[in-house]
């Protein structure tokens, strides 16, 4: 367990971090038009291959329940979700009695970075005014208009591809690992040698880290008043580009809390590397409870994966609900 | 081509659409307590056969963009999008220059219903009061909970299955189907015949009428005030329970416009007795005219569907974006 | 001070208060249309009267900040206040540049209920399925089109009249009453007593019980669970009545809670009686403290007051400022 | 009548015009602090007069009504007015039948500016990136705080004063003015001297044009493509400055459209110039035939005036009910 006292093992340096936007960068790499970054690694071969993984035809579901009435369940004072009914269209519009059908529809509104389980899109962080592919922020995104490029909207043929889950949990006692645990390269190495699976180009990568199913039933984990919660730390970027994986997904937001860094420009380093530099999509706030099970009782860590995030102009995120089917 | 003179030919009786609520009912058929309805024919062994179809890894998106900027593009009157940026959330919180990262969110707001691409669950009709499945729609729907039943969000699992799509605007002269064409269950065999496939049990269907594209490009059909539309006519009923489709879908709402009936009750049967009855789960507004050629240059018109409707409590649409993958 | 062990000195039985509905009631006395209720008792010459009362020309404003970012400070649940900005809409438009002008605009969402001050409109409650003036919320209230009758729009005149603080707060040592602290009749006369001021005819009351002020500092004061607040008891109704208050407002939500009462249908008597019976109009959460200091600075308690709710068709509630001009 | 080949008599060039953004600044006025900007000409003193007017307690409202089903009656594309019910609070958290009262909420969505009777705050506009009193807009604007300073929040005083209504239309034929027609400081002064009443420091300056009157009946009146509405030209700016009027109000958007120059930075001269160099507040698209009538009948054309923005922060805009009374 890493405790808030504890340096982080193998943490590089802020000066290494700032460094990764250049090293790890995927500017250039798919065209100075691309706007795809690392889905750009999932091939149509590659998704030929995800679908023979679907031998059974069981999915698991790797979102919660939306729910307006516990909108924000993770607490972290960002998230939204609004729900109003139009009932009785027909009896409405033609008075009562008129039609014996009548229609119910509703409107929704989110918030969806925050507790729901969303994608983060590439227009979602930007580093010394700069997005992806050497956008600048200011003239990517604007207060009407939204995010004139890099919006989710631009997945629009979605996230299918092979998953791999690393189990993290299962290297440890417990149903969870302790807030503030951060997750290196190795350890995620020896989640791959345990489990038998490699992670590779165009895959992608679910982490297990329980910390949605632990502030769930515990709440949220605070020490000196600054948030708690296992993840990924600054480390393992060199890793991801490495591996190329295509989408990083976890049951948490991927970057170990507290970062180790004091300086506030490195609080979440795998969200800013990542989106900005690596042009790497992320999805968090996954349930990935189910899915430990179901892997663990096949022994078997890869599946079919999907996400499909709705088509929409100029936005940041979307609330999806990602399937693993085995 | 049906003009608004014309009678449709095959057209079953009021009387008759109303007993379809009964001779078709699939209440009971997967127990009482059940709220999936057709999507219970989706069976492990469906996705299987689904996934063999994934040949080339080529997917082809069924969604328009939605953008807050043309929220109602079919002018429905119904379909709301809205978009609020959050920019410069470092900024905002910690003072200006604090941060070299900064965050970017959004608020989205969408009445699914209308004019884009979206799911309607089993909540969105009722008939005489009552709801798939035999439930009074007063208890299953509230104003402030929303439906506390057959909401989108049971679809947790997704609609994944196999796709068909029969494309009755080939089966005619021009891009589209005529305003108020009537498509029968003749109609939909011969484009069977034609394309040499056929829609089974759990299949999703697709049915390409040009509808969207249409009006896109010459606005909303009129005729002395009513809104004309092709789509499949209450014929297809029986047909459809028949056939055991899992779930309906093209771009246009299935309904023809106009039904057929002077009486209003009947004005959608497709939707009536397709929700209500049959617990027949409906995809609205796709846009099919890219899916058309691709299977068309294939000569193969089945193929792996993916719809993953966000899984949010108590609503009766979802707006999202269904992929074909050949 | 009342405890939560102490009866309601003076409280009327349930059977009391339910009879209330009847004998207090205002059903027809202005005609079986009228949809004004008490506000009827403002007369032209009640607001030439209340001008008068315009000596020194120095406001006081009766509402706190509404504020997106505090939205439910008194943390009811139901309070929500949202405000998207729209920035820079020439650029938007025309692009960078091309304008020396620039506009800002803004989308506010509002549930006014709750925590901020507003207006409650006499479609806010319903006994027995009815509201004021004999309508069944049935057809009163729809999902979709709103509040067919009695909605605040109908308030257009405002309400402008004289304005009457009894300030019960000075009765007592210290800055608020004790949460749970339950006013009766007669420490209304009381305090008219003291500030030697009578309640009459057209009246806008003010109590001034110093709830708002005690919660912002102090938290929400709870006992076994249950909110305690300081507010009229039951026994209100018939000198409520009496005196022909037009409307009744305070820094609290008008009723003592508890209200004495274990069945739940008492829970809120001044709301429920007030409006669905009487037709009485009553305004949330003010601020005093600052008019309680006026009041008490100039040893007058009466006052021009005017409160002009927005005019928006089919709503229960409006949030706005009223004021107090001296 | 002024026609489109017409050019505006006496209209300032628009060198003249970008002149009165300095000769006409009301910044440092009231101090480097100010906020308020024309509102400080309201003194406690002339809100006593105002009061004097009320002679026979007549209220005349000044909005029409804000009706989400008609929610852009003007066509302007920016209004917005959404509304949602919450019916049957007690039942939806205690169950059916529990209660006796049951209660009815609402969640209201408006975008003010466009077509419905509001407020211009003094945040509403900026000129090369100035806003009233040398705020720079970057400073005083943002995207997730709104607006940090010159919010309509800081008017939590209302504009309460004495009301003068200029009734342009009386002096033509017909009951609205012709879309396009242009007001000038010697049309102001014929109405002053047919109506013998002056315009003076801290008045609410009413303009009558009948603009919403003729639109609501004939729709938006275009020529070439441009709306043409009635309203002043930029040479009423001075005047308005030496009258030291408070407030600007119409039944259109104060701007003659067009305003008669070809660069888009002048588009709207009387609002850029009134919000950011004199610090004028505006209110946009009232209802003023009745005020009209009500003046004429009395040959009263002056009158108490109140409005009544809600306190929120952050806001360039307040829907709300302004209203007259004799």
Known sequence: MTTSNDLIRGLPSAVEVEGYIETLSNWGRWGAEDRLGTLNLITPQKRVEAAALVREGQVVS?????????????????????????????????????????????????AAHGSNTHLDGLAHYSWDGKQYNNRLVTDTVTSIGGCLELSVRDAYEGIVSRGVLLDIVALHDGDWLEPGHAIGPEELEEAERRQKVTVG???????????VARTLQHGVARENGKVRQPGLHAGCLPWLRERDVATLASDAIQDVQPSGYPDVSFLRPIHTVGLVALGLWLIDNMELTELAAACAERGRWEFFFAMLPWRMAGVTSSATNPVAIF
Chains 1, 2, 3, 4 share one sequence.
Do not use: N
Not at 201 to 211: A, C, E, K, M, P
């Open 201 to 211: 180009s165009g895959d992608v990568l679910l982490v297990h880290t329980g910390h």
């Open 62 to 110: 790797l979102s919660r329940d939306i729910d307006p009435e516990d909108a924000d369940p993770l607490h972290t004072g960002i998230a939204k979700v609004q729900r109003f009914m139009g009932i009785g269209e027909l009896e409405h519009h033609l008075g009562r009695g008129v039609s014996r059908f009548d229609g119910i529809t509703d409107y929704v509104g989110i």
